[in-house]
């Protein structure tokens, strides 16, 4: 059984840094794709935006309002994805949600881990 664990939110000031961890158990093939999303409750519903993607071999993609500031990453070996989030503003704030999509056949979710960002 595939599970996901997300890890690192906070509450930090805007301008700071937070690095979330997205780690993976269990067995699945590859090539896959390790998403992040945000999702802020009661704003458009549960919708949950895009924010960076990695693919198996290395190919990375980010939302615009992020690029240049986070950074996605993989450690095979702890078999982990890392969003580096810098220069946070209060507008990246929400439940950041990690999703491994094994093919487009198998989709897994983590829980989330909050990411609260003052002013």
């Known amino acids: 059984q595939v599970q996901l664990v997300e890890s690192g939110g906070g509450s930090v000031q805007a301008g700071k840094s937070l690095r979330l961890s997205c780690a993976a158990s269990?067995?699945?093939?590859?090539?896959?794709?390790v998403v992040w999303y945000r999702q802020v409750p009661g704003i458009r519903g549960n919708q949950r935006d895009f924010?960076?993607?990695?693919?198996?071999?290395?190919?990375?993609r980010y939302a615009d309002s992020v690029l240049g500031r986070f950074t996605i990453s993989r450690d095979i070996v702890k078999n982990t994805v890392y969003l580096q989030m810098n220069s946070l503003k209060p507008e990246d704030a929400g439940v950041y949600l990690c999703?491994?999509?094994?093919?487009?056949?198998?989709?897994?979710w983590g829980q989330g881990t909050q990411v609260t960002v003052s002013s």
């Open positions: 999703k491994l999509d094994v093919q487009g056949i198998y989709i897994y």
């Open positions: 924010v960076a993607a990695l693919t198996s071999s290395g190919i990375t």
């Open positions: 269990g067995t699945y093939a590859s090539p896959n794709d």
